[in-house]
């Protein structure tokens, strides 16, 4: 009776599915059900889009643990005496956590086991070659047996990709431990089917999450064996970080000999550190070694730790000309996550070594000419709820060319924000003084200053340099006649010191003798200012299609400070005394080796005059939605300052300074600068206390005839642009075919099409200086010029050329000159960097693979600068 209900039941779905033409599913109990009550083939076939059946398992069936699903576009064919399925194009089969999709699938009921192929298409090729995914990794092969109770399999011609890399294989049997072992396999970091290059052995086995390893290897070129043969290979094949050999280049180097470089060993520790030690040897007894560090703690900190040594021996050992050069580097960078600690944060950039380093170990060019070494370790904390803010710095500056050192460790400083303590929240109305705020900074800090190779002696630690500043300003500011903003302010200072000195004359001795007393010292300063400045609006209007408005905002500001002279007697802060046998005299200030100096000397009443203007156009524009005006900026910014001592004795006015800056075409920036003296010079070329205006033998102001405010004694200019294509831009020849046509023309007639789709950049960059100075009474004019050009361009897609250069002027030399070539070549790349002439001539090239499992198979070629001696 169950076979009979059986067998209806599949003549009643193939009615249904010949006349409604129509996708459905059905659910088949089991395959030990389906063949004991069925005894022929029953045949699903039509038109159908879909097909969607699940097998559960059944309590005679216990190897299936979960139920297959599987559907086709095409048919499924069930033979119930073989106890087999068919399914025909787009197969789909999933079981478990693998899923299988091919052209042809057969499951085999009995025996527990499937099978996939392609299927051909029309014109006889293979297509819908059997896919496999499981745990994460992807096969494509070209026939592949499963048997889900052993859950191994069987593989032909797959091709799967482990971690970076991918595997290629005639034959591959899998375990039920997910391990593949690979008849006649190929290794590669080529994703294409047909691989650029691959390590082929007779034998690869494959440990997911693991590692790879091969019997006897050999390396192939575009199917072209190499003469690179290895007895076996290892590869690792885990996510994340492994621990490794790291291969060293080798070469030879024109001034030290044969060398390897860069060997050593990485440690993957964990995902949050890693080290790698790295070293150089050469033939004529130099190395070097270094250590790299990085470290990664995710939404905390990150950082990373440079260790670097080197001995250089110029020459031969042997020889009594030869030279040593003991070097050392230290490099770090540690940065904090700004949301692991809102209040709180600390960073380092330490770039610290012998001043020599650079010269005989620099890698790029730009190391090689850098003379400065700089480094800074903060932190910094503000108090919540308070005004407050706390940092602590240690700062170091070394000069590699004049070898000398300073460090300030520490150096403290606690700043109070800006604060309004007159202002009252429940006080209705507002009052002048409600705008009066005070804030104030503390620094203490503590210096030494010497040559870099007794920096940390016991006499230069003796030396230090320290002391404290309290700096407390209090400003305001408000409107009068509604148009003027008046900003008075007062600063106060104190220095506060542990160490001065005395001076006294030794008659004995005939000599100056300074004294260096302990003991705490205090210097106080201040000085008051206030500044009134308005803003002046002037339009000119147009009657022209375009342009309709220029408007021109002029700020005019005048400041007058004030600073008494502290080194009257009533201060106490300068001393006279007799310097030499003869009773000359001159003054001192015990506090003149302190750290933030002494009080100022001279009185200062200064008026400060200053003037800013822009200048911009409204343009008429017209489009789609009608006609809309644009603000076009003529001059962003041309200012003009100067300043009057009241309080001077002589040369009063100071210079005045003319700053430009504008934009034209909004491609060309332009800035300028002058500076215009009003005091003439004497016939030594000395400055004298005497107008240029008054230059002409009338001195009246009557006569503007050859008159002028001043002399030039410097300006600049400077011009920098930056370009860049358009991307996707492109420029044809105007043709009235249709598209079509269009595409057969520009075949038949390639000139006719012009591709602007090139990416590329261009920045240009000139400066000019002009100076004046009086030697021997003869006055000099200078002038310094430079242009610099930096820019790159894709040729093609997979060529990139930069360059970088410039030209002085002045010296008639080229500066720096880099030229760097770039090629993609799929799974390899190619790169060459030259510097042609003058300072770090050299040359690299690299062909080097680019996935960072096979990093160091790679082809290196190079001359550094040290090798044109």
Known sequence: MQSFSLKIFFILICLLITTVDYAYSSKISGPKDITEKANKISTIKDTVVAIDTS??????????????????????????????????????????????????????????????????????????????????????????????????????????????????????????????????????????EEPHFYIGAKKIKVIPEDKIITGPAELYIADVPTPLVLPFGFFPNKKGRASGILLPAYGESNQWGFFLKDGGFYFGASEYVDLALRGDIYANGSYGARAYSNYNNRYHYSGNLNLSYSRIIDGDLELPNSTKHNDFLIRWTHSQDPKASPNSRFSASVNAGSSSYNKFNSIGTNNYLSNTLQSNISYSKTLTGTPFNFSANALHSQNTI?????????ELALSMNRIFPFKSNTRVGNRWYDKIGVSATANARNEIHSGDSVVFTNSTLQHMQNGARIQVPISTSFNVLKYFTVSPSISSGSSIYYQSIR????????????????????????????????????????????????????????????????????????????????????????????????????????????????????????????????????????????????????????????????????????????????????????????YEWYKKSAQTFSDLSGRRLGRLTAAGLSLSTSLRSKEGQTKKKTTDKSNKDEVDYVNAHPDAYVDFNIPWTLNFYYNADYSTSYVAAVLTKKIIQSANFSGDVSVTKNWKISVSSGYDFTNKKFTVTNINIYRDLHCWEMRFRWVPFGFGQSFNLDINIKSATLKDMKLTRKKDWYDYK
């Open 55 to 192: 097998i559960k398992s059944s309590e005679d069936n216990s190897f299936l643990k979960n139920k297959i699903t599987y559907n086709s576009s095409d048919s499924l064919i069930f033979d119930m005496e073989n106890k087999k399925a068919y399914l025909y194009n787009n197969a789909v089969v999933v079981y478990e956590d693998m899923k299988l999709e091919a052209g042809y699938i057969e499951l085999d009921f009995d025996k527990n086991v499937l099978f996939s192929r392609g299927i051909p298409d029309s014109s006889g090729k293979i297509v819908q070659k059997p896919i496999s995914t499981q745990n994460g990794e992807k096969f494509n092969a070209g026939e592949i047996t499963y048997n889900f109770k052993t859950k191994k399999g069987k593989i032909k011609d797959v091709i799967t990709q482990q971690g970076d890399g991918y595997i290629h294989g005639r034959d591959i049997k899998k375990d039920s431990n997910n391990v593949y072992y690979v008849a006649h396999g190929k290794y590669t970091t080529c994703d294409l």
């Open 402 to 410: 004049t070898k000398k050192v300073d460090i300030s460790l520490p």
């Open 503 to 690: 001076k006294h004359y030794d008659a004995d001795k005939k000599a100056l003798v300074t004294d260096t007393v302990n003991g705490f010292e205090m210097a106080n300063d201040y000085s008051l200012s206030t500044g009134i400045n308005t803003r002046l609006y002037g339009d000119y209007f147009f009657r022209t299609k375009r342009l309709k408005q220029i408007r021109h905002v002029a700020t005019p500001s005048v400041t007058a400070s004030y600073r008494p002279d502290f080194s009257e007697s009533q201060y106490g802060y300068y001393h006279e005394i007799q310097i030499d046998s003869l009773g000359k005299t001159d003054s001192y200030t015990r506090f003149q080796n302190g750290i933030y100096g002494a009080p100022p000397v001279g009185n200062s009443g200064l008026l400060s005059f200053g003037l800013n203007n822009t200048l911009e156009a409204k343009i008429k524009q017209q489009n789609d939605s009608g006609s809309t005006f644009k603000k076009v900026s003529l001059i962003d910014n041309l200012s003009i300052g100067s300043s009057y001592n009241i309080a001077g004795k002589e040369f009063k006015w100071s210079t005045i300074n003319i700053n430009g800056r504008t934009k034209l075409f909004k491609l060309l920036d332009v800035n300028a600068k002058a500076t215009i003296d009003p005091y003439q010079v004497d016939s030594a070329g000395r400055r004298v206390d005497y």
